[in-house]
């Protein structure tokens, strides 16, 4: 199993221009998670999804949106990049909260630097 | 408001020795507390988690302490060694259905040979 990937793994962009983040997971998870890291900073939640179809806001989600058309993939959007938003993107998924194996599993990252 | 937080930026400890990182928090509505270990250039991988209910879980080499009357949370790593060397995040899982983390911002173990 691949477990959780990403695409790209990186990307510079201009102040304005969009681009779309990747995430696919092969473990038949439910729950899938979009977080940013800056620099000297914990991950903090961008989007989460609980299912096939549903998105929800995180703690920091404006500049940001999502999509969930199939269980295996989560969609991280910019519209309109700015500088701000320079960061390390992680996705994770996991299993239902309860059920056994239910931390979340990371992927490997996508470096974006927004000039 | 809700903040998890970590007590010291940077740890430095001799291969062999044990290591303790701390972790503080605020927010008492979590069920689950746990600990991820981040190399560099990596994506946080989990080590052990406890519940809410515990104060204490011991997994291989590490060992997490629940301390809720004081809202501290601590990550033991028995016979550190020079792969041990990463960030180490707390984080709680909120109570709840969404499995929403909040993490803390990290510490530094360097482990010297």
């Known amino acids: 199993n691949a477990g959780v990937t990403q695409t790209p793994k990186f990307r510079v962009l201009k102040t304005g221009q969009s681009m779309t983040l990747l995430c696919a997971q092969d473990?038949?998870?439910?729950?899938m998670y979009w977080y940013r890291q800056d620099p000297g900073m914990g991950l903090r939640l961008i989007h989460y999804?609980?299912?096939?179809?549903?998105?929800a806001k995180g703690e920091v989600p404006d500049g940001y949106n999502v999509s969930r058309l199939k269980k295996q993939n989560f969609l991280l959007g910019l519209e309109s990049a700015a500088p701000s938003q320079t960061s390390v993107y992680f996705c994770?998924?996991?299993?239902?909260?309860?059920?056994?194996?239910?931390?979340?599993?990371f992927g490997p990252g996508t470096r974006l630097t927004v000039l | 408001g809700e903040s998890v937080g970590l007590h010291l930026p940077t740890l430095s400890v001799q291969e062999g020795d044990n290591s303790i990182i701390n972790c503080a928090y605020s927010?008492?509505?979590?069920?689950?507390f746990i600990w991820y270990k981040q190399e560099s250039g990596k994506g946080p991988q989990f080590i052990i988690d406890?519940?809410?209910?515990?104060d204490k879980r011991q997994g291989q080499r590490v060992t997490v302490l629940l301390n809720k009357t004081v809202k501290h949370l601590s990550l033991q790593i028995a016979a550190t060694q020079p792969g041990d060397s990463a960030v180490y995040f707390c984080?709680?899982?909120?109570?709840?259905?969404?499995?929403?983390?909040?993490f803390g911002q990290g510490t530094t173990l360097q482990v010297k040979p």
């Open positions: 994770a998924s996991s299993n239902r909260p309860g059920l056994a194996g239910s931390e979340q599993f």
């Open positions: 473990m038949n998870h439910e729950y």
């Open positions: 999804s609980v299912g096939e179809g549903t998105t």
């Open positions: 927010n008492s509505a979590s069920d689950y």
């Open positions: 406890i519940r809410s209910n515990m």
């Open positions: 984080a709680e899982k909120k109570a709840g259905n969404t499995g929403k983390l909040i």
